[in-house]
C-alpha cells in the first residue's frame, strides 16, 4: 500500500463500484482504500459453479478498480483478524461497510465492530441491500410484516431512493495489490456458467429492458422461454446495485407501448418486492434458517428417506418436470423460478421430506444461493413459512409440466433420455403402464412415488401437526 488511507471501505456482496451506498458514504472521508476478505466459511457450502462466478465477479470488481488508477486489496482469513490488521496497515481510523442481514453475516460483523472498537477504529454499516431498508417498512404496530401482499402495497407506495454515486479516482487511495487468483489459490479455475462480472450484468440488464420486461407477466413462468431476467446472481453479489436496477424498470415503464406492456413492469417490480420482503423477514426473525417460521401444535413427521433424497437430487424420480429442474441445477448452478417451486413441493409434500434437505442442496449448488429467498422459498413450499402456500394446496408435478412447459421444451433440454417421446407421453410418464414406458425410453425411471397416494398422506401429516387428528 503506497498510500494511508483515511478511509477503508470493505467490500462484501456488493462487487461494484456504482450504486454502492457504502461506498458513497466511504468517500466522504477520502482517500478510501478498497478491501475484500475471503471469508473460508463463506465458500464451506458452495459448489464450484457459485466460487468460480463469485471468483470472476471478485477480479471484475479489482480490475474497476485498476482502471481508476487504485486497487482492490484481498486477504484471505477471518474479517474480525483481517480488519482490524489493515485499518492499522492504513494507518485508518475509520472502516465503511454494507449490512448483510443473514445470521452468520450479523454475527461476523458484531464481532468485526467489537474487535474496530477495540482498537480505536470507528465503524460505519451503510443500508445498501434492499431498495427499502429492512425496518422501514412496518405494521401500524411497529412490527415486520409477515403477508407479502401487506408488505408490498408500502413497499410500491413508498419512495424509493436513486442511484448512489461512483466514486472518482480522487477519491480512492494510490496502491497496488497482488490479483486475486494470487490469493485464491485453492479455488476451482473452471469457468462459470454464466459470464460474470460488472459489464456481463449490465448486459443483461439491458437485454432484459430492451423487450422481456414488457412481456414478464406472460412469461416468466415458461422455463423454456427466456422470459425472466436472469439478474438473481448479479443482484446476490451485487455486481448490480438494487437501486439502479429499480430506476431502470421506472425508466422502462415510462416508454411501455401499453397497459399490458406496463403490467409487465411491475410485475418485475413486485419479484424485487419479494427479495425485500424476504430479507426484512430474515433480518427480524434470523432462527428460520433453522427453525420453521410457522407454529404448529405438533411437530411435522417429516420422512427420512436417504435413497429418495438422492433420486431427488439426482433428478431421477420419474417426475419428468421434477428432473428436468433437478438436472439443470446440477449442470448449470441455475433452476427456473416456477421449477424451483414445483421441486420443492415434490420434495415436502409428495417426499414427505424436511425442507432443510433442500435448502442445503440449492445451498451448495445455485449460483445466485440467497439465504433470505432461499429459505423464504423453501418454508412457502413447506408450508412453514410466512405466507406459506397452504398445506392443503399440493402442487401436482405433471399437470404443473402441462401447464407450464406444454411441447415439454424444457424437459427434453435437460432429460435426453426423453428427447424422443411425445410431450402428451412424457407429460403422462406416471401414469403410463410399465410395459409403454419401457417401449418408449427404457432408460429413464419409473415414478418413485405415486403422487395421489402421497398428496394424502401429506395432508393427513398436516392435520396432525395441526392437533387435528
Known amino acids: 500500500m503506497e498510500e494511508a488511507a483515511e478511509t477503508l471501505f470493505w467490500h462484501r456482496r456488493d462487487l461494484r463500484v456504482q450504486d454502492n451506498v457504502g461506498l458513497e458514504q466511504a468517500t466522504e472521508v477520502a482517500p478510501v482504500a478498497p478491501v475484500y476478505v475471503l471469508d473460508p466459511t463463506l465458500l464451506r457450502y458452495a459448489g464450484d459453479h457459485r466460487i468460480a462466478f463469485f471468483r470472476r465477479a471478485l477480479e471484475s470488481l479489482q480490475e474497476a478498480y ?14 474480525t483478524a483481517v480488519i482490524p490488521e489493515l485499518a492499522r496497515a492504513a494507518e485508518t ?15 461476523r460483523d458484531i464481532a468485526v465492530l467489537e474487535a474496530l472498537e477495540d482498537a480505536g477504529v470507528e465503524a460505519i454499516e451503510a443500508a445498501d441491500m434492499t431498495l427499502h431498508e429492512p425496518g422501514s417498512i412496518l405494521t401500524t404496530n411497529g412490527d415486520h410484516y409477515s403477508v407479502y401482499s401487506y408488505y408490498y402495497r408500502k413497499w410500491a407506495e413508498g419512495p424509493a431512493a436513486s442511484p448512489a454515486a461512483a466514486p472518482t479516482a ?6 497496488t495489490a497482488p490479483d486475486v487468483g494470487e490469493v485464491a489459490t485453492t479455488w476451482t479455475a473452471e469457468e462459470p456458467p454464466l459470464a460474470a462480472g460488472r459489464e456481463p450484468a449490465v448486459t443483461r440488464l439491458e437485454q432484459f429492458l430492451d423487450g422481456p420486461i414488457y412481456e414478464y407477466e406472460d412469461r416468466r413462468d415458461d422455463p423454456a422461454a427466456e422470459g425472466t431476467s436472469r439478474l438473481s446472481q448479479d443482484l446476490k453479489f451485487g455486481t448490480l446495485g438494487i437501486r439502479e436496477v429499480f430506476a431502470e424498470t421506472e425508466a422502462a415503464r415510462e416508454t411501455a407501448a401499453d397497459e399490458a406492456a406496463r403490467e409487465g413492469v411491475t410485475a418485475f417490480q413486485r419479484q424485487l418486492a419479494w427479495r425485500d420482503f424476504y430479507v426484512q423477514v430474515l433480518a427480524a426473525n434470523p432462527a428460520t434458517v433453522r427453525e420453521n417460521f410457522k407454529t404448529y401444535a405438533n411437530p411435522i413427521e417429516w420422512r427420512s428417506d436417504e435413497e429418495a433424497l438422492e433420486a431427488w437430487k439426482r433428478g431421477k424420480t420419474g417426475y419428468p418436470i421434477v428432473d428436468a429442474g433437478m438436472r439443470q441445477l446440477r449442470t448449470t448452478g441455475y433452476m427456473h423460478n416456477r421449477v424451483r417451486m414445483i421441486v420443492a413441493s415434490f420434495l415436502t409434500k409428495d417426499l414427505l421430506m424436511d425442507w432443510r434437505h433442500g435448502y442445503r442442496w440449492f445451498r451448495e449448488r445455485l449460483v445466485d444461493h440467497e439465504t433470505a429467498n432461499d429459505v423464504g422459498g ?18 401436482n408435478p405433471r399437470t404443473q409440466g402441462e401447464r407450464f412447459d406444454p411441447e415439454a421444451e424444457y424437459i427434453r433440454t435437460y432429460v435426453p433420455e426423453l428427447a424422443e417421446v411425445e410431450p402428451a407421453t412424457i407429460h403422462d410418464w406416471p401414469e403410463l403402464p410399465p410395459e409403454r414406458r419401457d417401449a418408449v425410453a427404457p432408460e429413464y425411471p419409473a415414478p418413485i412415488v405415486d403422487h395421489a397416494d402421497r398428496r394424502e398422506a401429506a395432508i393427513e401429516m398436516f392435520e396432525r401437526a395441526r392437533g387435528e387428528d
Not at 481510523?93 to 454475527?107: G, I, L, M, P
Open 66 to 79: 485498476r482502471d481508476m488508477g487504485s486497487d482492490l486489496l484481498v486477504r484471505e482469513g477471518d474479517p
Open 93 to 107: 481510523k475509520r472502516v465503511v461497510w454494507n449490512q448483510d442481514h443473514s445470521r452468520y453475516a450479523t454475527e
Open 170 to 175: 480522487t477519491d480512492l487511495a494510490d496502491l
Open 378 to 395: 423453501w418454508q412457502w413450499a413447506a408450508s412453514t413459512g410466512t405466507d406459506a402456500q397452504p398445506y392443503f394446496r399440493i402442487f
